[in-house]
Structure formats: structure tokens, C-alpha cells
């Protein structure tokens, strides 16, 4: 079992940068695959990034691409997002999740824990 908690968002103007925590209970965090996704109003949610286990591998949405940056730190059991360059369209509730570590791709991967998301609004 994982437990999972978002920090960090709020409100920024266009341009600007946040960066999102999450900090995870347990001592198998580092057995863990770890994402980030979005959920706008209206709308799915979206992937937005993930990073394997020991931090090697990480996979982007086209959206963030260049923009997000997605890092973790075993010995904190935290995995960070650093958003810049935010647009009014990066708003929205972001939330992390975890599945066990597997070779399969992050991206399209079940996540099985998630946290309970933190808003980020982006003004114009």
C-alpha cells in the first residue's frame, strides 16, 4: 500500500513556473514507477509525465514536453514536477500515481495509488 500526497500548486500568471511535490508513505517507494496527471474541468483525465523506479527513464505528454520536468528522490520517497513556461491551459487539478516497476511503458501503464491532486491555475 502507498499513500500519496500532492503539494505545491496554486496560482501563477502565464509564463511563470510552479513546482509540484508528492511526497509517498512506505519504505518500497523506490520499488514504484511513479506519474503525474492532469484533469481540467470538463475534461479526461490526461497523462502528463512518469519516471521509472531509479529515476533512468521518463516520458512526456507532446504538451509539456521541453516546458515540464518530472524528478524523484528516493531518499525522500518524493517525486517532483517542475512546471515553467505555464500556460492558461496547463490549468487544472494535477495528481501523482504509482504502479509497481515494470518494463512496460510509463505512459500507458495502470496506475494502482493515487493521491488526491493539487489545483494549478494558470492566468492569462
Known amino acids: 500500500q502507498v499513500q500519496l500526497v500532492e503539494s505545491g500548486g496554486g496560482l501563477v500568471q502565464a509564463g511563470g513556473s510552479l513546482r509540484l511535490s508528492c511526497a509517498a508513505s512506505g519504505r518500497t517507494f523506490n520499488s514504484y514507477d511513479m506519474g503525474w496527471f492532469r484533469q481540467a474541468p470538463g475534461k479526461e483525465r490526461a497523462f502528463v509525465a512518469a519516471i521509472s523506479s531509479g529515476g533512468g527513464t521518463t516520458s512526456y505528454a507532446d504538451s509539456v514536453k521541453g516546458r515540464f520536468t518530472i524528478s524523484r528522490d528516493n531518499a525522500k520517497n518524493t517525486v517532483y514536477l517542475q512546471m515553467n513556461s505555464l500556460k492558461p491551459e496547463d490549468t487544472a487539478v494535477y495528481s501523482c500515481?504509482?504502479?509497481?516497476?515494470?518494463?512496460?511503458?510509463?505512459?500507458?501503464?495502470?496506475?494502482?495509488?493515487w493521491g488526491q491532486g493539487t489545483q494549478v491555475t494558470v492566468s492569462s
Open positions: 500515481a504509482a504502479t509497481p516497476r515494470s518494463p512496460r511503458d510509463l505512459r500507458y501503464r495502470p496506475y494502482d495509488y
